[in-house]
């Protein structure tokens, strides 16, 4: 099959799903996956000829496009921080807003040469844990998650991109204390209470783990109130915590941490101007 037909099959079966711009994006990115070439180079060849096998992937990705699958977990990677991460579908898909919450934190801790040590909750993929010993390597980096299978990818990753990072498979909610004080706790925890997923989109719903997701609406802040309650135990004097929040309980989170030994430093707000993002310290 010719390149110039491969296209207008995917320009066909998802124009009903998304815009030119988008189709026109992810033929893009799974050119660049499949045919290892240059997309800009490659498709002002349009004649080119694409093998057998090499087409069955493209027919693949298009069928799992129009059933909403995300372009990420087609192609089984995503970047974050300008870094690749190998992902699955046990994992959360990275949001640039958690990219967001590491850069403020990298940007406030500037104490490369200095050995410290911080505790990210909640694995995923690894993407926090790993970022931030790429770029603080003197310092002592852990993570838990609830998830064996989260645990073993991010051990996957943090080997791809050459970094010890200690995982464990822990559960916040079942923690008591940790075996040294923390200089720093950094966590995106699930914060979508069940009720918002009316909003949300299908292929959100329909193939992410909504263990990383949702919790119930009895009690939305049950990660917050463990989180907050292990940093109390767990962190140094003037120790750190920095999470990701649901904007929509902001002013609830606070009151968690005005009854706790945390004090909030700076709440900060995302790209799209939502509240997202808390930074607190344990003064005592």
């Known amino acids: 099959m010719l390149l110039v037909d491969l296209k207008k099959k995917y320009d066909f079966y998802l124009r009903n799903k998304f815009s030119k711009l988008e189709i026109q994006f992810f033929f893009k990115i799974l050119v660049k996956k499949y045919l290892q070439e240059d997309p800009i180079i490659i498709l002002s060849k349009p004649e080119t000829k694409i093998n057998k096998k090499k087409v069955e ?39 640039p807003e958690t990219e967001e919450l590491v850069n403020w934190f990298l940007e406030n801790h500037n104490e490369k040469y200095f050995e410290k040590t911080i505790l990210d909750i909640g694995t995923g993929s690894g993407c926090i844990p790993i ?35 200690n995982f ?5 909610l079942n923690i008591e204390n940790w075996d040294n004080k923390l200089d ?28 990383a997701i949702f919790v119930e609406n009895d009690d939305p ?32 989170i606070k009151m968690l941490f005005e009854r706790s030994n945390l004090e ?21």
Request: aromatic share 14%; hydrophobic share 40%.
């Open 57 to 95: 992937f493209f027919f693949s990705a298009l069928k799992d496009l129009k059933n909403n699958k995300p372009i990420q977990y087609i192609l089984k990677e995503v970047y974050f921080c300008d870094k690749k991460f190998i992902l699955n579908e046990f994992v959360l898909i990275p949001r």
């Open 131 to 165: 970022s931030i010993k790429l770029k603080r390597s003197n310092w002592r980096v852990e993570s838990i998650d609830i998830s064996e299978k989260c645990i073993n990818l991010a051990k996957i990753n943090a080997k791809k991109h050459s970094v010890e990072v």
């Open 168 to 172: 464990q498979k822990r559960d916040i």
């Open 184 to 211: 720093y706790i950094i966590s995106n925890p699930p914060y979508v209470a069940k009720f918002q997923k009316k909003d949300m989109d299908l292929n959100v719903l329909n193939y992410e783990p909504k263990s």
């Open 221 to 252: 802040l049950i990660f917050y109130r463990n989180i907050i309650d292990f940093a109390e135990r767990n962190l140094k004097k003037k120790g750190y915590l920095y999470i990701e929040i649901n904007p929509l309980f902001c002013n609830d």
């Open 264 to 284: 909030i430093k700076k709440i900060k707000k995302d790209f799209f101007e939502k509240k997202r993002f808390i930074k607190a310290k344990k003064n005592r």
